[in-house]
């Protein structure tokens, strides 16, 4: 009986410990001891938006304190949006409206994926979360029942295809689309 005991002991240990680990994103490791700007720079899945945070000049923002919750849109992410949008929202002259999209990403508190859930849940279905760029998003579970899928203001939906990266700052969640804002 002791060694069964010491054995799930054991086995419970070894996944608590594998848990508190960060998922690789973009084939780089994630130190949850880095803030969310020094860990998206070294994936090679979010250079286009590191080069939009930096045209936006929010850098600095995203290494303060926070605690943040990013909704980071990879690569492919931004290809997908219609020709040319990328260009033309790191022109200078585009600088607020880059802004506002990019802080539609982000929530001014850490929102780990089972507090999210369980969020969902609580609320029906659907849960609204307000962005530091005053745009609201709808998260609710996809139709498997097994992840999270948040859609923006103008129905645009994203999967969150890797929840829960740590951060000393807060937490990252990969998504597969961009979130624009309204029109106005």
Same mark, same amino acid.
């Given at each position: 009986?002791?060694?069964?005991?010491?054995?799930?002991?054991?086995?419970?240990?070894?996944?608590?410990?594998?848990?508190?680990?960060?998922?690789?994103?973009?084939?780089?490791?994630?130190?949850?001891?880095?803030?969310?700007?020094?860990?998206? %720079?070294? &994936? $090679?899945?979010?250079?286009?938006?590191?080069? @939009?945070?930096?045209?936006?000049?929010?850098? /600095? !923002? =995203?290494? *303060?304190?926070?605690?943040?919750?990013?909704?980071?849109?990879?690569?492919?992410?931004?290809?997908?949006?219609?020709?040319?949008?990328?260009?033309?929202?790191?022109?200078?002259?585009?600088?607020?409206?880059?802004?506002?999209?990019?802080?539609?990403?982000?929530?001014?508190?850490? %929102?780990? &994926? $089972?507090?999210?859930?369980?969020?969902?849940? @609580?609320?029906?279905?659907?849960?609204?979360? /307000? !962005? =530091?760029? *005053?745009?609201?998003?709808?998260?609710?579970?996809?139709?498997?029942?097994?992840?999270?899928?948040?859609?923006?203001?103008?129905?645009?939906?994203?999967?969150?295809?890797?929840?829960?990266?740590?951060?000393?700052?807060?937490?990252?969640?990969?998504?597969?689309?961009?979130?624009?804002?309204?029109?106005?």
């Amino acid at each position: 009986m002791k060694t069964l005991l010491a054995a799930t002991a054991m086995t419970l240990l070894a996944g608590a410990s594998f848990a508190q680990e960060n998922p690789m994103v973009g084939g780089a490791e994630m130190p949850a001891t880095n803030d969310i700007v020094t860990n998206a %720079v070294n &994936s $090679a899945d979010h250079t286009t938006l590191v080069a @939009a945070v930096q045209a936006a000049g929010l850098a /600095e !923002t =995203l290494q *303060g304190e926070g605690p943040f919750t990013v909704f980071a849109p990879t690569n492919d992410a931004f290809a997908a949006l219609p020709e040319g949008t990328v260009d033309t929202l790191l022109l200078p002259e585009n600088k607020e409206t880059l802004t506002q999209v990019l802080t539609c990403h982000v929530v001014g508190a850490e %929102v780990m &994926s $089972a507090a999210l859930v369980e969020m969902i849940e @609580a609320d029906g279905g659907s849960h609204m979360i /307000e !962005t =530091l760029g *005053g745009c609201m998003l709808t998260a609710t579970m996809n139709e498997a029942g097994d992840g999270v899928v948040i859609t923006d203001e103008n129905g645009a939906a994203a999967n969150v295809t890797i929840a829960d990266v740590d951060q000393s700052n807060g937490v990252i969640h990969v998504t597969d689309a961009v979130f624009t804002p309204a029109a106005s």
